[in-house]
């Protein structure tokens, strides 16, 4: 691992803090609290509960402990670093997390009284010189568009911004008054299915709504749609262990694919239900009204948690958005995406100062 001991600095005159990576186990509690406290306003906007995020991973531990003998994918989905002060209290972190496609930086917080000591910094860096350690290539992570101290820093660091997004909220009230709109005439609502047909079908629209510039940061791979054959066997054991149950349809324009949309309510108090579309950006503005009804619905009838319903859209897709905020999501946050592509060698930029 990268520090193998803890490393030292002096916040103040009157403060000693030590970074070290973060052990799930024994800090999730204490990171907790610290989230809690840096993201209150976030949180609440979306109705959504860190200790809801981090109980869904603990249920899933020991299924990605397992998948972990196999591929590393799953070895190092949650890792991280921390501060803390004398008193061993946590005051600052960030998780970083390997997926499919690239590795993620999330969960930046310094707590409020220890900000502008460039903490905040020296994680950053060390996160990204433990995914390089394990072949990292590439690293994203969001920003809020109101965080410019923070934008800056990464800017400096290196990465680049590729993308923006636009959350929604709809409060669980909104659900009771969503009606049911019909597709147009000429689409087709077809039951979600994994073949090999079906499964090209989303790759090809997938690299249709990804812009070429997204791509060379968030690429649209294949594996995401043609997965391993362990994968596959495992996932239909897998998903009712876990209770996972999401509603998913594909809309065909005669026989194309133009269209795959997603409902996922929440299985806990704290964690938000969510859609997801994505869909042909020829059909787009006449598909939206629909198929945002037809997930708000089909999350009316399915669910027994009385939580927000989450979605996010690229904010260049004004279409999609529009329609939403129709059927009563407000805005909460605006994030911008941004990228680094990680070389054999770190910029100097990555020594600590």
Known sequence: ?????????????????????????????NVIKLLDIVFEKELESKG???????????????????????????RHGFDGFVFE???????????????LYYWEL?????????????????????????????????????????????????RNLGFVHYDSITRQSLAYSGLSEIPMIDLPEGYELREFDRSKKSNQARYDLDLK???????????????KYFKPLLIRILRPIIRPLLKIKNYDWFVYSGENLVGHVSASPSRREGAPHGIALMLDPAHAQILSEPM?????????????VAGNTLVEFRTSETDQLETTRKYGFIDVESMHLLGLKIEEELPPSFLFQ
Not at 89 to 97: L, Y
Not at 209 to 223: I, L, S
């Open 1 to 29: 691992m990268i520090f193998q001991e803890c490393v030292t600095v002096s916040a103040d005159e009157n403060r000693e803090l030590k970074m070290r990576e973060w052990n799930f186990e024994k800090d999730h509690e």
């Open 48 to 74: 959504l509960m860190v200790k809801a995020i981090f109980d869904e991973y603990k249920s899933i531990r020991p299924i990605m402990n397992f998948l972990g003998l196999f591929s590393k994918n799953y």
């Open 85 to 99: 002060n004398e008193d061993g209290e946590i005051v600052a972190s960030v998780n970083i997390g390997y997926s």
């Open 106 to 154: 999330s969960m930046v917080a310094t707590h409020p009284d220890y900000r502008r000591q460039g903490l905040a910094k020296q994680l950053v860096i060390a996160a990204i010189k433990h995914a390089k350690e394990y072949g990292a290539q590439l690293c994203v992570l969001e920003v809020s568009k109101e965080n410019e101290p923070a934008y800056k820093l990464y």
């Open 209 to 223: 709504v990804t812009p070429e510039d997204v791509q060379v940061f968030n690429p649209v791979d294949k594996r």
């Open 292 to 304: 945002i009804s037809h997930s708000l619905v089909t999350l009316k009838k399915n669910t027994t």
